[in-house]
């Protein structure tokens, strides 16, 4: 059974008269990549600072690891925020094993960690480097490791891959899936939907405070999806009446169904019509094309909401 890290149930914040959050319940697992979407201002920012006990709830419940956050619990928790906090002036090394410190790493213990992590993500030459000399992208490694080398059960990353080259992404990637795999709870906040897409097998998503979809990824790809198949076949389609549109997609052809019928229905008839089948697959939009439509369509219900309020 899966061992919860992370629990909202039913929370709710408001700041004056913004409800940023609003009744959002979810949880994260052990061992998973958790993908938390939404554009700006939509409160995934809030989420998590209540997830870390930096604001409170107005109502509902927030669990760690089974549990109301303690002091303790904090120190099982690794945080990269989207702004950077790192102490500009300062060297790497020395920065490095301070945030060690501060999680209760004994300091040659934490002095070991730094240096191994250096060499993980291959900056050991910046070791006594100041944080201001080095590149945007080779500040974002900084703050991964600051965020990791006290090996927090937790991690909560706020758009890790701001400023990182292809390389470096890749090199982040395969990081985050060693992170889930060794059992770590890694929970990922980003725009970039193509990695969310490769990384992530359940998502969040929230918009205006509130749920729009929540579960497993691939489930909710198809249900947002059009009602097309791929298909490799010699059957004419032009003689199928279930077909609004077809066209090809590389090598396979898309086929559009109309409203009321179903993929079965469509493969039923090619296996009536003793067409010859090579692939037949249910056709999935990727997850960008669904965020973006979502959001147009949540601010359009927003839009008519207010003028019903007006």
Avoid at 58 to 75: F, M, P, Q, Y
Avoid at 235 to 259: M, S
């Amino acid at each position: 059974m899966n061992t919860e890290a992370i629990s909202l149930t039913s929370v709710r914040k408001a700041f004056d008269t913004l409800v940023a959050v609003d009744d959002v319940s979810l949880k994260v697992y052990q061992g998973e990549v958790f993908g938390l979407l939404g554009p700006n201002g939509a409160g995934k920012t809030t989420l998590i600072r209540m997830m870390l006990d930096i604001i409170r709830p107005d109502s509902g419940r927030v669990e760690i690891l089974g549990h109301r956050l303690t002091a303790r619990d904090k120190e099982r928790i690794g945080y990269l925020p989207e702004e950077r906090g790192l102490y500009l002036r300062q060297k790497v090394g020395s920065v490095l094993e301070y945030f060690a410190r501060l999680k209760g790493v004994e300091k040659n213990s934490a002095r070991h960690r730094v240096l191994a992590w250096l060499e993980r993500l291959e900056m050991i030459d910046v070791k006594d480097k100041r944080v201001r000399e080095l590149s945007k992208g080779n500040q974002q490694k900084i703050q991964l490791i600051a965020t990791l080398v006290a090996d927090p059960d937790i991690v909560i990353l706020d758009e890790p891959f701001s400023g990182l080259d292809p390389i470096n992404t890749r090199a982040v990637s395969t990081l985050v899936r060693e992170l889930a795999a060794s059992g770590k709870a890694v929970l990922l906040s980003t725009h970039q939907m193509g990695l969310v897409e490769t990384l992530c097998q359940r998502v969040f998503m929230i918009n205006h405070g509130r749920r729009v979809f929540y579960g497993d990824l691939e489930t909710i790809k198809r249900q947002y999806s059009d009602n097309a198949v791929l298909v490799k076949s010699n059957a004419d389609y032009r003689q199928c009446d279930l077909i609004a549109r077809y066209n090809a997609n590389n090598g396979a052809v898309k086929v559009y169904l109309r409203d009321e019928a179903q993929p079965r229905d469509f493969l039923n008839w090619m296996l009536k019509e003793g067409a010859d089948i090579d692939q037949f697959e249910r056709a999935t939009s990727p997850l960008e094309d669904i965020y973006i439509k979502v959001v147009e369509e949540s601010r359009l219900e927003r839009e008519r909401e207010m003028k019903v309020e007006a």
